[in-house]
């Protein structure tokens, strides 16, 4: 006979309500059996329960983290499942969504099948496989998309090698329409981006660094829309991180087309300055932009433009990273410093809790169609407690990812997560809140 969990003294985030509340959550096995906030029906739900003493943490839905590379296959020493899905769990990820950018890639039905045997045996969270677009992300020959979708593929990406030929690709999209698949797109115009690893501007050029202009990434983006218009399929940009690209996207939402749009952790919290003295952690795909577009990637966030934060988790080993900025591996590992850092916004007062986890939970599980992300009765019970002020040093080396590349090593952070459940059993953090 299951016995019930009640986690109380609590307070609770709610995305769907905007708000953050007192209360108490009821969990009968896998799912939430009641969120309560009346003091006399918690104490009415003790008798007979497990009982957790949140101790006045924050209680959220489990974060759904879309676009989270994983080594396997090809690349086991850079990550695994066992050890990506350990992270996971100690960031208050409880779905992590995998990109196909291994080694091969994931484009055929056994190489799908192969990871989500690796992630079900090993990893303690949700691992939800995308697939990629073309074979080979070669650009040249769709995917057999609908053996893909039947296996199990939750959304098709050729992840940052963008499709250059709009034929192949509006057929691919036409092809994802008719079974109603998801494509995400990474919103990049591949000429002008190849080889960049800075943005255009006076840093760039005072560092020396082959930059690449902001209009790259909206002329990607139109040309995409301009696709979804004529196909009418789902389609999700991964990652907006330029002022420049806001109009598009707000443009394809006033006309109704069925676009959302994401944002790293790393482009609302970090600038092109971050870069200082060539410092290869720092790193990203796209690179890091102006100050004044990571305040408008902020402002896109709060209003609902951009509807998801990812942390693009990309391990990198130390050969990758120590090299000389032009030749460095891009990519930061995010699984387990994305809520902290994500938690500097909230205490400037820049983003609530309840939009922060809009973004981090509500969305993207909506995005793909997940009953998760959400507090309420009969949700799957994937949730996580936080302690929303509890300060620490971060040191790289205490992360359980295999790779260690954060460009948040040493940085001072406020907020830490105290336990993680996934499907109602705790796979992160002890007894005690």
Not at 59 to 69: R, S, T
Not at 73 to 96: D, I
Not at 246 to 264: I, W
Request: proline share 6%; aromatic share 4%; net charge negative.
């Amino acid at each position: 006979m299951t016995t019930d969990t009640l986690l109380f003294n609590a307070r609770l985030i709610d995305p769907e309500a905007d708000s953050v509340t007192e209360g108490a959550l009821l969990l009968d096995g896998p799912r939430i059996k009641s969120v309560l906030r009346d003091p006399a029906a918690i104490e009415a739900a003790k008798p007979g329960a497990t009982l957790i003493d949140c101790k006045g943490a924050h209680l959220a839905p489990g974060i759904v983290d879309i676009g989270v590379k994983v080594g396997e296959p090809g690349e086991r020493h850079k990550e695994s499942y066992k050890t990506a899905g350990q992270a996971a769990a100690a960031g208050g990820v409880t779905t992590m969504v995998t990109r196909p950018d291994t080694d091969p890639c994931i484009d055929t039905p056994e190489v799908l099948e192969f990871i989500r045997r690796r992630a079900n045996d090993t990893a303690p969270v949700h691992v939800l496989p995308m697939a990629a677009l073309t074979k080979g992300r070669e650009g040249r020959e769709m995917t057999e998309i609908g053996f893909l979708l039947d296996g199990g593929a939750v959304a098709f990406t050729d992840c940052d090698s963008v499709v250059r030929d709009t034929k192949v690709l509006s057929r691919a999209m036409t092809y994802a329409r008719s079974l109603d698949a998801l494509v995400m797109g990474h919103p990049q115009e591949p000429g002008l981006s190849k080889g960049a690893a800075a943005s255009s501007g006076k840093f760039a050029s005072l560092r020396g660094l082959p930059a690449v202009s902001p209009m790259a990434e909206r002329m990607g983006l139109d040309r995409d829309i301009a696709l979804v218009e004529m196909t009418g399929v789902r389609y999700h940009a991964d990652q907006i991180t330029t002022a420049r690209a806001l109009p598009a996207l707000e443009r394809a939402k006033a006309n109704g087309f069925d676009v959302t749009a994401g944002t790293s952790m790393h482009h609302l919290t970090l600038n092109e300055l971050d870069v200082a003295d060539y410092r290869t952690f720092f790193k990203v795909k796209p690179p890091l932009r102006a100050e004044e577009d990571r305040q408008a990637m902020v402002e896109a966030i709060r209003s609902g433009l951009i509807d998801v934060i990812g942390s693009f988790h990309t391990p990198q080993d130390e050969e990758s990273k120590r090299l000389p900025f032009e030749e460095a591996a891009s990519g930061a590992v995010g699984l387990e410093t994305m809520l902290p850092v994500l938690l500097r916004l909230y205490h400037s007062g820049e983003l609530t809790l309840p939009c922060l986890f809009r973004a981090l939970s509500l969305n993207p599980a909506k995005r793909l169609g997940l009953a998760c992300g959400r507090l309420a009765e009969g949700a799957p019970a994937d949730i996580l407690l936080l302690d929303t002020d509890k300060p620490f040093v971060l040191d790289r080396f205490a992360l359980l990812s295999k790779s260690k590349n954060t460009p948040f090593d040493g940085a001072r952070l406020q907020g830490r997560v105290l336990g993680t459940w996934v499907s109602g059993q705790r796979v992160f953090g002890g007894e005690e809140a």
